[in-house]
């Protein structure tokens, strides 16, 4: 390889002078690993005569001696080769390994990522999850440093909460502003759409931009306070086109569950602890007809027929998952790249008829226009998502609590083949959890368009001067019904004689357009000088504008109990006059102007000042001029490129290194999720059909509201450093620390009695500071043709001190538990935000819990709300790591990511752990509870009453390590099949956690654990065809 | 062409200097004053049906909703008068805990961060600024507003601001004047307090008209408020004013045109808006106005299907019969204890009426432990069915009015302006009175020797329990702390013992002395 090189070098020191046009060509190919490259530009600099290598990296181009050959292609370092009549000119190409991500995407443009001077992580392809991928986010879990994605559950459609560095607000919303391709996505999801990211295919995605401080995120203003995620897409290449196809089967389970009796220890607990309730067990003997075993027993109420019915094993499934991408990246007459994508997505929860089915189309077209002056962006992706919005929670929640001992299936009932409990002709306590799968379905259909066309135009008469325009729009149509099949135990309700009626049919119905637009206007001016202190400056000013509005109504439908609402027992159309279709409209409005400059000095020091004035619609009640409509956002960074210094210059073992110190402000504002869009308006609302009082007239509720609404502004200060060691970049990383200071929090605060229309509402109170850190690390030790390995890891830290709570102390929360008014949370001063509020357990000799029996922390002989502690349940260390090896033709690859603290509240252990539940208060049937024979449960809890719900006994800690996923995959090389690469791979994701939790799962944003979506170990086959 | 991208982007940036004016967004399904008014000429009716609502309603979209931050199911006004009027008084007892229940239901450990405080003392504060909100509206409004719909407005304020003067005894004085002033108002005293209310009801008496319709207040539900602001004067002020109670009862029951109902219980069934003694109900209906906090609190909470059982010949088992109290729902909550239904006596050999609406079967005449359901008995005083009606299926709601006002109340309350020698009130009248209200259940007539204040308590437990009244009568008989009257869990114990005097009136809740620096903390707390 050497020895290449240098007689290359050498040929290049010759000077050969001849005339005269004749035509050279070569192969492409590339440094490490000798295999050609495909699609390298071929350029004769200075000229439009241009072409690109082919399959096998051939490329034969004109050129005249002393011309100067340019190759260029995406991720290696562009050649320039002067041309001196050779007829075959072979190019090896260096990886950039800096390259692939060297443009970064920071908002209104992009920069090289040398001189970024703000926290700004990228995630490219490369470092992506792999394995069983439904939705865009789960590409980022546990990668990026300071970026917390917890899903809400295993099913295909869950939404993600994602924090980044753990969010500041206490009210207001703490979710990162997302933009897809130039277009922030929506404030509120498309009615049946759980996870917003699930209108881009994974299989799009290039890259994503986290960019986490405020000097990086100010330019955004009004909605990134807590961070901002850019996420790119794919777009076409110059050159021939290319075809790539990937599909994979994923087959997933979901592993074992709470420890519930089963139908043997079931009987025997009754006996034990409910000898009253004995009669209740399994059915009467040959009353219920069905294929199932079961076993006659006597009771002491008689004999019994009991079956052993795993109830959870009933309702789950081993779920297929299919996933199929087609896409072609082309140039149209090299002119017009482009790129389209075809997807199909096809995914089962593990619960049955929990389905789900995607399709995506994306197309993106780059061409540059008007002697490349005029550079377009053009997006379009549609998705059409169709699920059945099963009642998962319901069935999860029955499955767990359906005595064991009873059938599923009865042909003898009423209630379509399937077994439930009845009082006579009244239904008594659970639903069978299965029928409620089966008999119901509810289609919810998502239609989804995101597209934007950015302009960039550069001034012929002024090359220094741009002016951008982006246009986007997204827009959507979900529909949504329920229909309840016959038989159904929903809409089984008894008539004015006592007897059943079921209502087969229609049973919701739900229509809604949400219509987002987004314009944005700038104009961007910036020099370079050779060899002035100033290198570079650019600056910019522009006008932001975001509309958001959501359209919708509903078909309500309600059972007649009385013969004011029609036949009793049958259903009913609800109709309020005031508002016939139920028809529900809000939007919301922001607008900003904003202004950046970037200057750069003698190559080593980068300096970025930006500011935006942003106005959101929540804070306006009549004047749009008016105090606290407008915010204003200001940043600075500066960046010392120390490697650039002379004693570093020559240091080898540095690659490079610099250092990056910002300061900035950004707004929030949204809190439409607790106080609706009109927070600072006096309106009406009429009231609900329910809620009517004197006969004859409706009723109109003054809705509280409060004027002088502003931002919640969050200050941070951020220093960073980003470094490469050893010249082949062995170890590259990054270490960063924040610390964050958010005012006029928008928080709910308790106001003067009497003095408002309402108790507590948003007003801007109050103050939380946050510090914290990230460190990002890449290790590259061995990258030879045959064998690579490379690791990375990240780990993050961040903590949030409430310093100012209004003036008040302790603010509940919610978080409720069992029965109405039962709240675990509270933000506290002086504490971290969202702590739970619990009494210190007694224990006896033996290590039981004494129940309700606490430690009198105040020492005032009573237990009251003051012997509560308070302690923290969010994590704050937070950690991702994984490798990838390659050997040969084989690959393979693994990454694992968890938290180092945080706790959860087993309300499980609470629910199913106390000797009453198994007796509800509001039937007569008996409930399955956990089990207390081996230790699931301690049965010295009888009853749930009192404070036994706030006791520290329930709160478990929730550090976890999960295996993320395993991959292997082969490689077949274009010998195998001509023209073509192809791999194959099989991933297993969530194979393993390690944890000391007993609970379902440890891994929960809401810190308390209840009726939980189990979370699949899923094992994926793929092939990924390129051609 | 390129002049044309030129223009383009000039022109895109034209409309958008209008493009401001977008942030001032508009609402379509929330309405403004002026297009409320415009939209329906019983507009002001529908604010006002609001404010009566916010005494048995929890929020504007069903009884999942809630005007306040506190949990809908269990802050509405009515539910925070039973639990604070009752379940803290002798005869009724819930066995939940609820994080804070237990407290009331032992008269024990009050503090001030108890939830069960914060609700009752939030819909109070909520009602007082909504009555000053549509105040200020109708005096700016383009509508003319007749002076019996603002008398209402301001009755309704009063009858908030006499549960604060009740249970707080201290608070800040809220009015239309000051609304939406943004300094701390300063707080007032009880007397303050009283005479406000005493003023206001004094200058609406005349002219809020005799009848404004069925739920609403009209001169005799003011003239009933006047009086137990007089009855109680004694409490709030230091200054017993009985004859000025006894002035306004005697109107009542003179002019009132009210009669005691020939059966008790059509008062406490779904029927009883036909009661020809109700003066005054908060309105329930199982459709239009549900509530967790309404009469369904007092149903739903006294049932439970575990005990409420009957032999069914078809089957030959024991079922549950909640079908038959028109109740869909039991939530096994609450239980009289025997210094309630021991008023009566022998239950299974007395002939009164009232003795008769207890649930025994399965259920132990002591309560051991007040968590244990089947001790004490479970008043079945309220039911969802109409009188004579046997329902064979229940409603998750009540649609039950409760008779906040009644005419056997007021009769009792003569009675005792009476005994304690109002000048106005002879002990003739007093004893036909109560002889009425006794005769009406089918109890025997008392002598005039019979008739005194140990008696008048006793009576009015048999006769008024569970109807939110019992905590202020026995505070007012000096009954409720100390040690002189024991009942069951009184202080915390089976067999009762004494409280102190401080509990007398609630703690402020922390959440109010926060949001507000003027406010003071009761005595004792």
Known sequence: MKTKINSFLLLLLIPVFCFGQSSVKGTVSEEDSGLPLLGVNVLVKGTNTGTTTDFDGNYQIAANIGDVLVFSYVGFFTQEISFNGESTLNIQMAEDASALDEVILIGYGSVKKEDLTGSVEVVSTKEFNKGAIVTTDQLLQGKAAGVRITDSGGTPDSAPNIRIRGGSSLNADSSPLIVIDGVPIGIQNPAGVSNPLSLVNPNDVESFSILKDASATAIYGSRASNGVIIITTKKGISGDPQYNFSSNTTISEAGSGLDMMGSEDYVRFIEQYHPDLVGSLGVDVGTVSTNEASQVIQTSAGFKEVYNTNWRENILRSSITTNNVFSVRANYKNKIPFRVSLGHNKAQGVVKTDDYERLTASFKVTPSLLDDNLKVDTNAKFTFVEKNAADSGGALGGALVFDPTKPVYDNNGPFGGYYTNTDGNLLDGQYNPLALLKQRTRPEEAFRFLGNIELNYTMPFLPELQAVLNVGLDASKSDISETLGDGALVGYRLDENGNGVFNPGLNYAEEQHITNTTFDFYLKYGKSYEDKVIRSFDAQVGYSYQNFKTDGNKEIYAYASTTDEGVIGERYQVFNENNPNNRYFNSQNLQSAFGRANLNVLDKYLITLSFRADASSLFVANDVWADGVWGVFPSAALAWKVKEESFLKDVRFIDDLKLRFGWGRTGQQNISGIVGFYPTSPLFIVGDQSSQYLPGVNLYSAAPFQTGLTWEKSSTFNAGIDFAFTQKRILTGFFDVFKRETTDLLTRVNLPPGQALTDNFIANRGITESEGFELGLNLNPINSDKFSLSLNGNLSYSITEVTDLGGINTLPIGGGLLGTGSNLLFNKLGEEPYQAGVFKQVYDGQGNPIPNAFVDLNGDNQITEEDKYYTSLRPNWNFGFGFNLTYNNFDFSTSFRGQLDGKVYDLNALSFGHTESAAPNNNTSISNVLNFYNGAANPVFRDAIGNILYSDYFLKNASFMRCENIVLGYNFSDKFIKNTSMRIYAAVNNPFIITDYDGQDPENFEGIDRNFYPRPTAYTFGLNIDF | ?525
């Open chain 2, 1 to 525: 062409m390129k002049r044309i991208i030129l223009i383009c982007f000039s022109l895109a940036l034209l409309p958008f200097m209008s493009c401001v004016d977008d942030l001032d967004t508009e609402p379509k399904i929330e309405l403004t004053l002026d297009q409320l008014l415009a939209d329906d000429p019983n507009a002001v009716e529908g604010v006002l049906s609001r404010l009566y609502a916010s005494f048995a309603l929890s929020g504007p979209n069903g009884p999942g909703s809630s005007d306040i931050s506190d949990d809908a199911g269990e802050s509405p006004f009515l539910r925070g008068i039973v639990n604070l009027q009752d379940f803290t008084a002798d005869g009724m007892k819930n066995r939940w805990g609820d994080d804070g229940l237990d407290q009331l239901t032992t008269t024990s450990q009050w503090t001030s961060n108890n939830k069960f405080f914060r609700y009752l003392y939030n819909r109070i504060y909520y009602t007082i600024p909504q009555c000053n909100n549509l105040l200020n509206v109708l005096a700016n409004a383009s509508v003319t507003t007749s002076e019996s719909i603002i008398s209402e407005v301001r009755f309704l304020r009063s009858l908030a601001y006499f549960y604060l003067i009740d249970a707080f005894g201290r608070g800040v004085l809220a009015t239309d004047e000051n609304f939406g002033t943004s300094e701390f108002l300063p707080e007032v005293s009880r007397q303050q307090l009283f005479e406000y209310v005493e003023t206001e009801l004094l200058a609406i008496e005349p002219i809020i008209g005799n009848n404004n319709g069925y739920g609403r207040a009209n001169t005799f539900v003011v003239d009933m408020l006047l009086s137990k602001l007089y009855l109680n004067a004694e409490v709030y002020t230091g200054t017993a004013r009985y004859s000025d109670a006894a002035t306004y009862l005697t109107k009542i029951i003179n002019e009132g045109g009210y009669s005691l109902e020939p059966n008790f219980i059509k008062n406490f069934s779904g029927d009883n808006n036909e009661s020809s003694e109700i003066i005054y109900p908060l309105i329930a209906d199982p459709v239009n106005s549900q509530s967790y906090g309404n009469t369904t609190y007092i149903v739903n909470g006294s049932l439970s299907p575990d005990t409420f059982k009957e032999f069914n010949p078809d089957t030959g088992q024991d079922e549950p019969i909640l079908y038959k109290f028109g109740a869909a729902e039991g939530w096994q909550g609450h239980r009289a204890t025997s210094a309630w239904y021991g008023l009566y006596g022998d239950l299974a050999t007395s002939t009164d009426v009232r003795a008769s609406l207890f649930w025994t079967q399965g259920h132990n005449y002591i309560m051991n432990d007040y968590r244990e359901w089947t001790d004490g008995y479970p008043s079945i005083k309220f039911r969802n069915n109409d009188l004579n009606d046997t329902p064979s299926s229940g409603t998750s709601f009540s649609g039950t009015d409760f008779p906040l006002y009644r005419l056997s109340d007021v009769y009792l309350m003569f009675a005792e302006c009476a005994v304690r020698g109002a000048s106005n009130a002879t002990m003739s009248d007093a004893l036909d009175y109560v002889n009425m209200v006794r005769n009406r259940a089918a109890e025997s007539s008392i002598t005039m020797a019979d008739l005194d204040l140990d008696f008048i308590i006793d009576e009015r437990g048999r006769e008024l329990n569970l109807e939110g009244h019992r905590r202020t009568d026995l505070i007012r008989f000096g009954k409720f702390t100390g040690g002189s009257y024991l009942w069951p869990w009184k202080g915390n114990t089976a067999a009762g013992t004494s409280i102190p005097d401080s509990y007398n009136l609630f703690p402020i809740p922390q959440s109010a002395l926060d949001a507000n620096p003027n406010l003071d903390q009761n005595t004792g707390y």
